[in-house]
T-cell receptor, first 109, second 114 residues
Framework: DAGITQSPRHKVTETGTPVTLRCHQT?????MYWYRQDPGHGLRLIHY???????DKGEVSDGYSVSRSKTEDFLLTLESATSSQTSVYFC????????FGSGTRLTVV | GNSVTQMEGPVTLSEEAFLTINCTYT??????LFWYVQYPGEGLQLLLK?????DKGSNKGFEATYRKETTSFHLEKGSVQVSDSAVYFC?????????????FGKGTKLTVNP
């Protein structure tokens, strides 16, 4: 969707390295979310934000942290990447409905 | 907690066949229900939604009715096309504290052959 940009679109990283994924929105929406998509699991919520500096954990938050210093940006950090974090990561915003970004495919080798 | 169970895939149909993808849910309160579609290499797009019991959501020939008595929201289409090949996700809104978190089913991959 034109209102949400995820970067990078693809990344390969080594086990144990830190990784930060970025979600940028242009619609000034209050709510932002990070989901991961894995075969056989659908999408699972990692963290979400309900305002600048206001974040909370989702269903699968272990090993992830987030930050939101500006309304438009929501960062997802893997402090020390593991192979189990190989996944496709989706950012979403909510304002009378969800809008999803195009995803970041992360491979941890 | 809230959960969504949807039909295991993959589903393979011929063009113009009838499609049903089953979805049932467990929830406290009165969630809104959604079907999302994901085309290859893309993010999720809202296909249709229903916000209260007996509502019917519809879009692009797809329909689903919110059935509170059976806690179901089955997706149907009378005549599928090759372009409908995608992964379909059933979801409910887990609106605890107003954060509007979505809970997804595992997804059903649909392939439509010419």
């Amino acid at each position: 969707d034109a209102g949400i940009t995820q970067s990078p679109r693809h990344k390969v990283t080594e086990t144990g390295t830190p990784v930060t994924l970025r979600c940028h929105q242009t619609e000034n929406h209050r709510y932002m979310y990070w989901y991961r998509q894995d075969p056989g699991h659908g999408l699972r919520l990692i963290h979400y934000s309900y305002g600048v500096k206001d974040t909370d954990k989702g269903e699968v938050s272990d090993g992830y942290s987030v930050s939101r210093s500006k309304t438009e940006d929501f960062l997802l950090t893997l402090e020390s990447a593991t192979s189990s974090q190989t996944s496709v990561y989706f950012c979403a915003t909510f304002n009378y409905g969800y809008t999803f970004g195009s995803g970041t495919r992360l491979t941890v080798v | 907690g809230n959960s969504v169970t949807q039909m295991e895939g993959p589903v393979t149909l011929s063009e113009e066949a009838f499609l049903t993808i089953n979805c049932t849910y467990t929830a406290t309160g009165y969630p809104s229900l959604f079907w999302y579609v994901q085309y290859p290499g893309e993010g999720l797009q809202l296909l249709l939604k229903a916000t209260k019991a007996d509502d019917k959501g519809s879009n692009k020939g797809f329909e689903a009715t919110y059935r509170k008595e059976t806690t179901s929201f089955h997706l149907e289409k009378g005549s599928v096309q090759v372009s409908d090949s995608a992964v379909y996700f059933c979801a409910l809104s887990d609106d605890q504290g107003g954060s509007e978190k979505l809970v997804f089913g595992k997804g059903t991959k649909l392939t439509v052959n010419p």
